[in-house]
């Protein structure tokens, strides 16, 4: 039998500053080693002192996910050396004197699978290495001190999951609702990693670091079990460590043996008090939590009738949550989650396209608006929202500049439609054998006015043209 866990680190990307100083939490923005100070640096007779908010936030991640949130948490020491932690050690929580991390035990459903957590902790990130040199024998090692001291948030499973997928589903489903909480950015680098904890038929428990991405930690964990399958099968015995993945290679290596809690001498941080989250705050956190996105999804299918697979798409992305929120309507929310997940998610389907893109919630209402009034085609639309997409020009102002508006004098179309019908007499003649057939004649139509013609009217016009013959 195949057990997996996983440890999630998660960035606290929105916060302004870092876990115990002042030093921005978006590290990303300064050049190597500008965004540090004595705190994050540890340097001798600097006192750490404790970001709130990321207490807050760390909190509200355990409460969304269904943890245990005790009244009094404490920090500990983690001691090891490492060329990227500045101090020799790393502040973080371990529950050793019973629940003191912001999260206990708590569980969630993936599927029909229940995935239970063990706890969740904050703690401070450390610095990142950097690797330079065209081989191993020249490569050296260079450290960059700017994210050490990032909050961050670690939530260990216990090892509920039985395969790649599940554990992939599961973390698709994390990174959906830390973005719908507004506490991390997960689409940024580094902002959410994974290490893995494998084991099969019982054998001792090998931990994968060093996982750059979702697809990788698929692949790094169906790697190490067909490894470990293969050495069972073998009668070899699988040694409990620490193995990194090597994306080049696509295996996983053996990196050191794995440690013990009894290894890294955790003793209570003696700079930091402990801290109480008392009723209250929770209270108050609770009705700070924005709405779930099962709760959206739900919302979604029944009151304004949206199709379960468009609201789940929909309600699972914040971009284009949001983008719904401000623009629908009762009367045009379908027709709006329609041009967002049929359209606007192809347009603008990596952060870099989101970023520069002009489109607003005014866009998205008043393009569904002219859609339900007959004033533009969905064809029509399509290409209004390319433009919009790129210049944030008025929807008015497209229509006008790239002749999009909806070909809908009566006169006009009728000549059009007699037109397809004389070129097309074996279709005509069908559909009055199959009525289904008249899209065809339709579709010849849009062909004729570039998308442009009212479809309302072209398949009245249609009919009336073909009961005269």
């Known amino acids: 039998m195949t057990k997996i866990g996983l440890e999630i680190h998660c960035q606290l990307t929105n916060l302004q500053s870092k876990l115990f100083c002042s030093c921005k939490a978006n590290y990303r923005e300064f050049e190597i080693n500008e965004n540090i100070c004595p705190i994050c640096m540890g340097l001798p007779g600097s006192l750490p002192q404790l970001n709130q908010e990321a207490v807050k936030k760390a909190t509200m991640i355990a409460m969304a996910l269904n943890c245990s949130t005790p009244d009094k948490i404490a920090f500990f020491r983690k001691n090891y050396f490492y060329p990227d932690s500045p101090k020799n050690f790393q502040i973080t929580q371990l529950n050793i004197y019973g629940d003191t991390s912001v999260g206990g035990a708590g569980s969630m459903m993936v599927g029909d699978k229940k995935i239970r957590f063990t706890r969740i902790q904050l703690e401070e990130d450390p610095g990142r290495l950097i690797y330079e040199g065209s081989s191993s024998k020249n490569q050296i090692t260079l450290v960059d001190y700017n994210r050490a001291g990032t909050p961050l948030v670690e939530i260990v499973t216990e090892p509920d999951f039985e395969n790649p997928q599940q554990v992939r589903e599961f973390v698709n489903i994390l990174s959906d609702l830390l973005q719908n909480l507004e506490v991390s950015d997960p689409g940024l680098e580094g902002a959410m990693r994974a290490d893995a904890n494998v084991s099969v038929e019982g054998g001792n428990k090998v931990e994968i670091k060093n996982i750059g991405s979702f697809h990788d930690l698929e692949k790094a964990i169906h790697f190490e079990i067909v490894r470990q399958e293969s050495l069972c099968s073998r009668d070899i015995e699988i040694v409990q460590e620490t193995r990194h993945w090597d994306d080049r290679r696509k295996i996983t290596i053996s990196s050191r043996s794995k440690e013990e809690d009894l290894d890294y001498r955790y003793f209570l941080e003696g700079d930091i008090p402990w801290i109480t989250i008392d009723s209250e705050i929770k209270k108050q956190l609770d009705l700070k939590m924005p709405e779930s996105i ?129 070129e097309e007499p074996q279709a005509a003649k069908q559909v009055k054998e199959n009525p289904a057939t008249i899209n065809y004649l339709v579709g010849k139509v849009m062909q004729k006015t570039k998308g442009k013609a009212d479809p309302k009217l072209t398949l009245e016009l249609l009919k009336k043209q073909i009961e005269m013959q």
């Open 294 to 422: 099962t709760s959206k999804k739900e919302r979604y299918t029944s009151k304004y009738n949206i199709q379960s697979q468009v609201a789940d798409v929909l309600s699972s992305d914040k971009f284009y949550s949001d983008l719904f929120e401000k623009s629908h309507t009762e009367s045009n929310a379908k027709e709006i989650a329609n041009i967002i997940t049929t359209d606007l998610m192809g347009l603008v389907d990596t952060r870099e396209k989101r970023e520069v893109s002009k489109i607003t919630p005014r866009h998205l209402k008043d393009l569904a608006d002219s859609i339900q009034t007959g004033k533009v085609s969905r064809t029509s639309a399509k290409n209004a929202l390319h433009e919009i997409v790129k210049s944030g020009k008025e929807l008015s102002e497209i229509i006008a500049d790239l002749d999009l508006g909806n070909v809908s004098d009566e006169s006009e179309l009728t000549e059009i439609v007699k037109h397809v019908i004389s």
